[in-house]
């Protein structure tokens, strides 16, 4: 098995970003289980076992308690820190990923007819539990963006960028000037910036489509103001800010952008000292539930995040948020009546 996913890794047609996730599975998690089970002796019992053993514990123990040693040997384990080991299922939607793996690299093994059928379409999966998105309450929405305001101005308009837009954080790390339609207030969605250990590439979306974002007069002030105090910077440094330079840069003339990385851990130490509890993610979940909430059509909302399939896939991770039909015509009937005076 270790052979067949380094060769099914070699002819796989996958993101940088998808290569690399795949990559620490296997190292982590499937090599240590399956790399040396030939491939022909592989059977659908060892990995319905594999997988429940991952929806009891992410790690591989053998259920009975040790300590989980820290620094060399010998060492004093209460200096140390040393901590015992406590189970910890793996999330269903992981397990299908990691069974994801297994079973493209197998279909292959039988396209190379290394094996005559793939296992691994005969095994069970555990069920996938819908994505409960419940990012923070306006109010604490709010509290959030003014510390980071308070503490960094550019960040702040990123994270407002963020909220108002929805957009994913490679996009905006990607966004260029040239992507600002200043007279009809519209901000461009073409493109994503992916940094991996190694490679750094400004790519396509995910989805592999543009999308044009209607703004408010407020946020296109900000930007305004951002454009001139870029514009100012880099005339300092001698140079010119030219429409290709990127909105969030390291550089004062907009040819390096912003890390990911870097910013998304600069988030959470605010985060942390404002006391709300939320991911840089969840600013993009917080967009679309309160679109949803206020009663803008999913597809509308969709079409804002740059999800594909006009809308099903919204629904899907937003379904707990939208209100029932049942529960709006019967809200409409009562509305339409005067209850019965009691008494």
């Known amino acids: 098995m270790g052979l067949l996913l380094e060769q099914w890794l070699e002819v796989a047609h996958v993101a940088v970003s998808t290569r690399h996730a795949h990559i620490g599975y296997i190292d982590r998690t499937i090599l240590p289980v399956l790399g040396r089970v030939p491939v022909r002796r592989l059977r659908v019992n060892t990995l319905d076992r594999f997988y429940a053993h991952l929806a009891r514990c992410r790690e591989l123990c053998d259920g009975r308690p040790f300590r989980v040693h820290r620094g060399g040997d010998p060492h004093d384990c209460a200096t140390a820190e040393c901590r015992w080991h406590l189970c910890s299922p793996m999330a269903p939607s992981t397990i299908r990923r990691i069974h994801s793996i297994i079973s493209t690299a197998l279909t292959y093994a039988v396209k190379w007819e290394w094996v005559d059928r793939n296992v691994a379409k005969s095994a069970s999966l555990p069920k996938l539990m819908p994505n409960d998105a419940d990012p923070p309450a306006p109010e604490q929405m709010s509290k959030l963006l003014r510390l980071v305001w308070a503490t960094d101005e550019i960040l702040g308009l990123f994270l407002w960028l963020k909220v108002i837009t929805g957009a994913r954080r490679g996009e905006l790390y990607a966004l260029r000037w040239d992507d600002v339609r200043w007279s009809v207030s519209e901000l461009r969605i ?63 003339l907009g040819e390096d952008p912003w890390l990911p990385d870097t910013v998304t851990h600069q988030f959470e130490r605010l985060a942390a000292k404002s006391g709300v509890d939320c991911r840089l993610h969840d600013l993009r979940h917080y967009n679309a539930t309160q679109l949803i909430a206020a009663g803008v059509d999913l597809r509308t909302v969709a079409g804002r995040l740059g999800h594909s399939g006009g809308g099903s896939m919204t629904l899907r991770i937003y379904s707990h948020r939208v209100r029932s039909p049942d529960v709006r015509a019967v809200e409409l009937l009562a509305n339409q009546l005067r209850p019965p005076e009691s008494g």
């Open 190 to 252: 073409c493109r994503n910036y992916v940094v991996r250990p190694g490679y750094r590439a400004i790519k396509e979306t995910k989805t592999h489509q543009k999308r044009w974002l209607a703004l408010d007069d407020a946020t296109m002030e900000m930007l305004a103001e951002r454009w001139r105090r870029c514009q100012k910077l880099a005339e300092q440094l001698g140079g010119q800010l030219g429409d290709e330079a990127y909105v969030f840069c390291r550089d004062g």
